[in-house]
Nanobody
Framework: QVQLVESGGGLVQPGGSLRLSCAAS????????MSWYRQAPGKERELVAR????????NYADSVKARFTISRDNAKNTVYLQMNSLKPEDTAVYYC?????????WGQGTQVTVSS
């Protein structure tokens, strides 16, 4: 079955960096685009970044452009989100998502807290 497992979240000071990872299994990872979403308390879940395969085309939410980088390693079935210059408003639970045959599959999420 499809499984997505996020890791790498934590507490970081403003201006700091974190790298999130999402390990995928149960499907042909290299065939599908992968996305990162986030959900802050009291807010709707929003798209942060997306990367296609095999071309690796990327797109980002305006709020994270030039600070976050999405990448993937198809040999490791893993997608990453490098987050730099973190701000308190980046605090949220971060989820990776795969869309397969019209169905969305989500990981359990990893908490990112940006606070001094």
């Amino acid at each position: 079955q499809v499984q997505l497992v996020e890791s790498g979240g934590g507490l970081v000071q403003p201006g700091g960096s974190l790298r999130l990872s999402c390990a995928a299994s149960g499907f042909t990872f290299s065939t599908y685009a992968m996305s990162w979403y986030r959900q802050a308390p009291g807010k709707e879940r929003e798209l942060v970044a997306r990367i296609t395969s095999p071309t690796g085309a990327r797109n980002y939410a305006d709020s994270v452009k030039a600070r976050f980088t999405i990448s993937r390693d198809n040999a490791k079935n893993t997608v990453y989100l490098q987050m730099n210059s973190l701000k308190p408003e980046d605090t949220a639970v971060y989820y990776c998502k795969a869309r397969l045959f019209g169905d969305d599959y989500w990981g359990q999420g990893t908490q990112v807290t940006v606070s001094s």
